[in-house]
């Protein structure tokens, strides 16, 4: 009995210590398995992303089981070997986070804004959102860049004159992404759509603006044209000619002198 316990504790301990390296080779102390990569699940109450978007997301995910999906991402690590599969999760899942937040129209990443600017995500919101450590998102952002499926534009204010403070930067999604994924018609049929969208929804706003101007006019005017310019009126009592109307008659003067 002696001997057949010491045997099972033997073993035991065996297997936990080969599961223990099994599990630090796969890089699983940053809570990475390799059978069920974890891949970016879009905040809860978001609106709906046009679907293009939400199918590259999916398409990406690919990549995951077979890396020559994007070759040249997958040859980021500068190494002829393979990429790991740590830092293949790592990859798509902040690039899921990333397509969740481009512009269509001009794939810049970040929130729009109400004066219609783009606000950049900052990193520790992406390792948030993509489910990430900084550290592994900074490496995958770094991979990203590498393999120009995206480009990275740091922003700063000034401060003082010798002091600048840096800001979220502006990030853009390379469509050769599209591309070679086999997204590059659809597109730029998509695109098209939302630039003509925005288009219409600019056209309705101005409309909305002139109309309010309209209103505050003849709120002023009190449906009395002739109001609006009071100094006009003032001087049409007097039998004299208004500011404006004595401006241009100067003006007319000037530009054609009487040479007679």
């Not at 990549?63 to 599969?85: I, V």
């Not at 999760?89 to 397509?99: D, K, P, S, T, V």
């Not at 403070?165 to 992404?177: D, F, M, N, P």
Request: charged share 25%; net charge positive; aromatic share 4%.
């Amino acid at each position: 009995m002696f001997l057949l316990s010491t045997l099972l504790t033997a073993g035991e301990t065996m297997h936990n210590n080969n599961t223990n390296s099994e599990n630090k080779n796969s890089g699983n102390n940053c809570g990475h398995c390799p059978e069920t990569p974890r891949h970016f699940v879009p905040p809860e109450n978001h609106a709906n992303r046009p679907q293009i978007l939400r199918k590259i997301i999916i398409a990406i995910q690919k990549f995951y089981q077979d890396p020559g999906t994007l070759p040249l991402l997958n040859a980021a690590n500068e190494s002829d070997r393979q990429q790991r599969s740590e830092r293949r999760e790592g990859c798509i899942a902040i690039l899921g986070c990333i397509l969740h937040y481009t512009d269509l129209v001009t794939l810049r990443v970040g929130i729009p804004q109400v004066d219609g600017s783009m606000a950049g995500l900052t990193m520790p919101f992406l390792a948030e959102k993509s489910g990430l450590g900084e550290r592994r998102a900074e490496r995958a952002i770094h991979d990203l860049k590498a393999a120009g499926i995206i480009t990275v534009h740091p922003i700063c204010t000034k401060i003082s004159d010798i002091i600048y403070e840096g800001i979220a930067a502006i990030r853009t999604v390379s469509k050769h992404l599209f591309t070679a994924l086999g997204f590059h018609d659809w597109l730029r049929h998509e695109q098209q759509r939302a630039i003509e969208r925005r288009q219409k929804k600019n056209k309705k706003q101005d409309r909305k603006k002139l109309a309010n101007i309209q209103m505050g006019l003849n709120a002023i005017n009190n449906g009395n044209p002739a109001s609006a310019d009071p100094a006009a009126d003032t001087a049409q009592r007097k039998g004299e000619m208004s500011p404006v109307s004595a401006f241009f008659t100067g003006a007319r003067k000037i530009l054609n002198p009487d040479t007679s």
